[in-house]
């Protein structure tokens, strides 16, 4: 089974600090992980994807990933916050299957 | 850029009526999923669909929930008997092929809400 562990339901960071949203994995074959963010009644936009290629992963808005295996950990991050970056980030793994796996969320707040 | 469709963007009901939640997955995707998010929850997977089979059911899919492609191009999630707590955000997803190179491309979602 897989699953994603997001630690921390809430982060609140200034404008212009850096963003750290973590994301733990579980799995038992070599995981394909994602980070989407979804703005209040809103669908599921996607960030970023890995999918065993390069380890640090660029994705949209300036955002980026980087998959640790030894640490079984994907942490979203971006160096410098927008008040446009306020919404909610999921982490998900999908397995061969292709169903995704969602971690309970993480809300953002960007203070001026 | 293709995308995935759902209509309609909100539905009410009643609870114990039937809904029909449509969704018109990418043309050319031949996986397909429905998810669920209640309010304030995480996305939860529901059911993956292919080759016009169910190829995955998670235990909130119960007898009360079926899916269907009956036309080549939409793919419906039908709910009999609808409950209170079905209210929720339903997501439909497609995808081209399996693998990590295919990606999930998610639909805007249907609001149900069930008075």
């Known amino acids: 089974a897989q699953s994603v562990t997001q630690l921390g339901s809430h982060v609140s960071v200034s404008e212009g600090a850096l963003v750290l949203l973590r994301c733990n994995y579980s799995?038992?074959?070599?995981?394909?992980l994602f980070w989407y963010v979804q703005y209040p009644n809103q669908g599921l936009q996607l960030l970023l994807k890995?999918?065993?290629?390069?380890?640090l992963v660029k994705g949209i808005n300036g955002f980026e990933a980087e998959f640790k295996k030894s640490e079984t950990s994907f942490h979203l991050t971006k160096p410098s916050a927008h008040m446009s970056d306020a919404a909610e980030y999921f982490c998900?793994?999908?397995?061969?299957?292709?169903?995704?796996?969602f971690g309970d969320g993480t809300t953002l707040t960007v203070k001026p | 850029e293709p995308e995935v469709t759902q209509t309609p963007s909100h539905q009410v009901t009643q609870m114990g009526q039937e809904v029909i939640l449509r969704c018109v997955p990418i043309?050319?995707?031949?996986?397909f999923y429905w998810y669920r998010q209640i309010l304030g929850q995480k996305v939860e997977f529901l059911v993956s669909?292919?080759?016009?089979?169910?190829?995955?059911k998670s235990e909130i899919f119960d007898d009360q929930f079926s899916v269907e492609r009956p036309d080549g191009s939409n793919f419906t999630l039908k709910i009999r008997s609808t409950k209170l707590e079905d209210s929720a955000m339903y997501f439909c997803?497609?995808?081209?092929?399996?693998?990590?190179?295919?990606?999930?491309?998610f639909g805007p979602g249907t609001r149900l809400t069930v008075t």
């Open positions: 669909f292919y080759n016009n089979e169910i190829s995955e």
């Open positions: 799995s038992s074959v070599p995981p394909y």
């Open positions: 043309s050319n995707h031949l996986y």
């Open positions: 998900a793994v999908s397995g061969p299957a292709g169903k995704s796996t």
């Open positions: 997803a497609s995808r081209e092929g399996q693998g990590a190179v295919y990606e999930q491309y």
């Open positions: 890995y999918t065993s290629a390069a380890t």
